[in-house]
């Protein structure tokens, strides 16, 4: 049988690189790829409904090695990783995961990973799609500091869904179930080194598993199949439907590298008062004192279904153009067009009326609370 998905479509030669899982998601029917992070990212195997549903109602696997690792360790990695987020990482204990900023020092965003503390000086960062590896090797130069930089042989995948919690107690017992969010353990599989995390990109209960020896990713991925063959298991892309309506982010949509955290509603991510300096520290004080001028609002858009949006749509407000759509989407559940829009900090808040120009047309939207579902995040934490 043919590969159900070209590769030649999308690549010409041999500059980008393929995760371990790679083979079993092609042999798994993955209909579409698209690059991140230098890498092949698998986006759908079903009709983009069907998934939500998998990842509603059953469990799903998700290979996700295209959140490439930047690993720091040497005497000064806490100094060093302390600086580069506005976090501060002295409340995150060794065995614990934080959601953190990367920050440049106007205040940007320059990525928003997930940090894994694995020692008191040993930290991964689990990247979105930009260069951190680059850019901390740059702070590092003539920061002064004993650090070395490097990407590990780390691979991660996500099982997500309600019966996660069994495929993860099948394959690696009940101390499995012990973790709480954000929270990891070190272990093997028969022999193959993992680190399994209470974390994941979804919005619901869910496990990544990041394999620490890339030349057994078809083993892992075979195992993790099989533990779930029963329940109904299924590979999928990301569910942009769950994430949206969960208020996730996604770093080069919904924030890039010109937004600052209070702009996008990531202030809780400051901690102006640790002792510790990062970078961008005088700059989002400036900004925390000032205000921002423009935030990212939730949107309720009105009409038919609309699709994932493939540009940025423009927003209007009287006629005028105010700001830009940066995701939307239809939720199933909701019964309503959700998404999020950069605009004038005075057009987010909750009861503007605003317009926006779709593929289809212009159509009434009307600001609203975000997230759209479980705001105190019950269902990942359950």
Known sequence: ??????????????RLRRSPYFDATLAAGCRSYTV????FL????????????KLLNGVTVWDVSVER????????????????????????????????LIGADDGGIVNDPVLLRLGENHFWLALADSDVLLYAKGVALNSGLDVHICEPDVSPMQVQGPKSKEVVRRLFGDDVLKLRYYWFLQTDLDGIPVVVTRTGWSGEVGYEIYLRDGSRGVELWDRVMEAGRDLGISPTGPSDIRRIEAGILNYGIDMTLDNNPYEVGLGWQVDHDQEGDFIGREAL???????????????EIGGDPLDLNMT???VQQGGREIGVVTSA?????????IGYAMVPTAAAEPGTRLSV??????????????PFVDPNKEIPKS
């Open 69 to 100: 690792q930047v690993e720091i360790t040497g005497p000064d990695a806490f100094e060093f990783t302390n600086l580069l987020t506005p976090r501060d990482l002295s409340k995150c204990a060794v065995g614990q995961g934080k959601y953190v």
């Open 329 to 337: 989407v239809h939720s199933p559940r909701l019964g309503r067009n």
């Open 1 to 14: 049988m043919p590969p159900t998905f070209d590769m030649s479509l999308i690549q010409r030669g041999a």
């Open 357 to 370: 120009t779709t593929p289809d047309g212009e159509r009434d939207a009307t600001v609203v609370p975000r």
């Open 312 to 314: 940025r749509w423009p």
């Open 285 to 299: 004080a400036r900004i925390a004192a000032e205000g921002p001028k423009r935030k990212l609002a939730g949107v």
């Open 36 to 39: 991140y992070n230098h890498m």
């Open 42 to 53: 698998p986006t759908r195997y079903d009709d983009l409904h069907a998934e939500y549903e």
